[in-house]
């Protein structure tokens, strides 16, 4: 079964640092990847998505994720935070031929201070 | 497109009452979803269907939980009687084999 690891539960930083955010998949086969960021009050929205290709992956907001086939890991960054970025943050991953199974991490929490 | 669109937004409730969750998914996608998200549990998988069929209901919780979909464009999620661990944000979303797009969720409170 796939199952998704998200490293951190919560992390706290100010504004101008940078962000990593550790995700780590376990599946065989091909997978599609995703982020998704979730507002305060807010839904779920889709920040960026991996299906094949150059494995570093520009989404909105000045976000981007590189695909490690070798680590199973899906990672994201974001070279200077500001305080809307405060949210909690979701990795997902899908195997193509199983749209159903969209597997979710537990989500990070990002705190971003002024 | 107006996205996934759910109502009530809001519900509270007694328990013992029964709730009606009401989900539009977007137009031409085929899959939808019922995910529930509380602080303790995090977002779980409830049910999904493919085609108005039912695919998958493991993660519902108990028989008080169902859900239809008796169109493609419309899907209900029922709890019936609700209790107080109910509580929680219930999100719907829906696919179009590629991205899963999430509706702006309901917030039931059980009393």
């Known amino acids: 079964a796939q199952s998704v690891s998200q490293h951190n539960h919560h992390v706290i930083l100010s504004e101008a640092a940078s962000l990593e955010l550790g995700c780590n998949y376990s599946y065989g086969g091909t997978v599609n990847l995703f982020w998704y960021v979730q507002y305060p009050g807010q839904h779920l929205q889709l920040l960026l998505k991996?299906?094949?290709?150059?494995?570093l992956v520009k989404g909105i907001k000045g976000f981007e994720a590189e695909f490690i086939k070798s680590k199973f890991s899906f990672n994201l960054r974001k070279p200077s935070v500001q305080w809307s970025d405060t949210a909690e943050y979701f990795c997902a991953v899908n195997a193509p031929g199983s749209w159903g199974k969209f597997q979710f991490g537990a989500g990070t929490q990002v705190v971003v201070t002024p | 497109d107006a996205g996934v669109i759910q109502s009530p937004r809001h519900e509270v409730t007694e328990m013992g009452q029964e709730v009606t969750l009401r989900c539009k998914p977007i137009?031409?996608?085929?899959?939808l979803f019922w995910y529930r998200q509380t602080m303790m549990r995090g977002l779980e998988l409830l049910i999904y269907?493919?085609?108005?069929?039912?695919?998958?209901d493991s993660g519902m919780p108990e028989d008080r939980f169902s859900a239809k979909m008796p169109n493609a464009s419309f899907s209900t999620l029922k709890i019936q009687p609700s209790e107080p661990r109910d509580s929680a944000v219930y999100f719907c979303?829906?696919?179009?084999?590629?991205?899963?797009?999430f509706g702006p969720g309901t917030r039931l409170l059980v009393l």
């Open positions: 991996y299906f094949s290709g150059d494995p």
């Open positions: 269907f493919n085609n108005n069929v039912p695919i998958d």
């Open positions: 137009s031409g996608h085929d899959y």
């Open positions: 979303a829906s696919t179009n084999q590629e991205t899963q797009y």
